[in-house]
Structures are given as structure tokens and as C-alpha cells.
């Protein structure tokens, strides 16, 4: 089973709110990425976990948060929610370190629209 | 910084059409090239990889050369079918990182 999965698949907040998005994957992958995709850009990669240890990209280190309870699980946090945050919400995983050598597995990405 | 450039965003065919999207990209050394495809409704899958000068990639019928002096690595599929409308990425990961960079991707729409 090559199946990522994330939950919700569609997320509507308001402004100011929190918003908790949540990706699980039952392929035992060392890796777990988030990406954000918007209308005519490319996916930007946000953060990654490898194992236990985070790495959240340098332009958007204070906007996101994330956790990896386990293996399986990964959430996206945004704790107050802004009209910039609207888009698409890609999770992926790689067996191992990810990049060169490596495959990434999509879940179908979940939609977020903030009003 | 490490880049793609897809110069098309939407390419329209008939089917038994030949296809070419074209991918470039800019970053030191040899990078892996990669493509990647979306269906409606689904997540990107990866399609295959290249990671040598004048490496053929291929899958599904669509294959991709790496030239390295034309810093390319151009989507080719001889004659395409309704089944194949997606948005196609192409895709770097720098040697030794942990990273893929994409690109901005490109609409394909076979009509029957």
C-alpha cells in the first residue's frame, strides 16, 4: 500500500483561527514533507521530518508548526490563520532522506480556504 | 538558487498527438531530474528519474533524456491518449540533499 492519506480534504476558517491539518501514511517512510501549492505556482516545500527531527525552510519558519507523534502521523499547524494562507496543502513521504536518491509517495492535499 | 523552468502552462492535443513539454532547469553540478504527474483529485505521482548526463528516464510510454550542456530534460510521448490529461512537474533534487525543487507544472488536455 503506496497510499498517503490527509485529512480533512476540503478546511474552511476565518481569519485569526487556528488551523490543524493532519497527513498519515502506513508505508513505515523515514521522511514526511509538507509542501503548499497556489493557482500557477510550483509546490514550496514548507517543512520535513526526517524520523524525529524537524526542518522547517528559513522563509517560513515562524508561519507553520508541525508535529510527528509517530511513524505514520504528521500535522501542519497554523496558529492564526491569514487570507495568505489559502491554497493547497500537499503531504508526502520518502523511504529514506528523500532528494536524489530517492521517491516521494503524494497524498491528495487537502484545500484550505480562509475567509 | 536551484530552479525549473516549464515554459508551457497548458498544452492541448488530440489524441495519437505527439507531446513535448519542455522543462530547464538551473543548478550546479548533476542534479536528479524528475517527473511527476497529477491526476484530477489525486496527489503527484512520480512518473521516473534521471540522475547522469544523456540518461534516458521513462515510464508509462513517456520518456525524457537529460542534457546536461542544454541544462534539459523535455517530456516526450508519441502519441498521447485521453487518459493521459494531468498536470505534469518537472522536478530537481541537488546532489546530496534532502530536497526536490518543482516546477511550476504544465496542463496537458487530450481531447478525443
Known amino acids: 500500500d503506496t497510499t498517503v492519506k490527509q485529512n480533512p480534504r476540503y478546511k474552511l476558517a476565518r481569519v485569526g483561527k487556528p488551523v490543524n491539518l493532519i497527513c498519515s501514511q502506513t508505508?513505515?517512510?523515514?521522511?514526511m514533507y509538507w509542501y503548499q501549492k497556489k493557482p500557477n505556482q510550483a509546490p514550496k516545500l514548507l517543512l520535513f521530518?526526517?524520523?524525529?527531527?524537524?526542518?522547517r525552510e528559513a522563509d517560513t519558519f515562524e508561519k507553520f508548526q508541525s508535529s510527528r507523534p509517530n511513524n505514520s502521523f504528521c500535522s501542519l499547524y497554523i496558529g492564526s490563520a491569514g487570507l495568505e494562507y489559502s491554497a493547497m496543502y500537499l503531504c508526502?513521504?520518502?523511504?529514506?532522506?528523500?532528494?536524489?536518491?530517492?521517491?516521494?509517495?503524494f497524498g491528495p492535499g487537502t484545500r484550505l480556504l480562509v475567509l | 538558487g536551484d530552479s525549473v523552468t516549464q515554459t508551457e502552462g497548458q498544452v492541448a492535443l488530440s489524441e495519437e498527438d505527439f507531446l513535448t513539454i519542455h522543462c530547464n532547469y538551473s543548478?550546479?553540478?548533476?542534479?536528479?531530474l524528475f517527473w511527476y504527474v497529477q491526476y484530477p483529485g489525486e496527489g503527484p505521482q512520480f512518473l521516473f528519474r534521471?540522475?547522469?548526463?544523456?540518461e534516458k528516464g521513462s515510464s508509462r510510454g513517456f520518456e525524457a533524456t537529460y542534457n546536461k550542456e542544454a541544462t534539459s530534460f523535455h517530456l516526450q510521448k508519441a502519441s498521447v491518449q485521453e487518459s493521459d490529461s494531468a498536470v505534469y512537474y518537472c522536478?530537481?533534487?541537488?546532489?546530496?540533499?534532502?530536497?526536490?525543487?518543482f516546477g511550476t507544472g504544465t496542463r496537458l488536455q487530450v481531447s478525443p
Open positions: 534521471a540522475s547522469r548526463d544523456k
Open positions: 521530518y526526517y524520523d524525529k527531527i524537524l526542518n
Open positions: 522536478a530537481l533534487s541537488p546532489s546530496n540533499t534532502d530536497k526536490v525543487v
Open positions: 543548478a550546479s553540478g548533476y542534479p536528479a
Open positions: 508526502a513521504s520518502s523511504r529514506d532522506r528523500g532528494g536524489d536518491q530517492d521517491t516521494q509517495y
Open positions: 508505508m513505515n517512510h523515514d521522511t
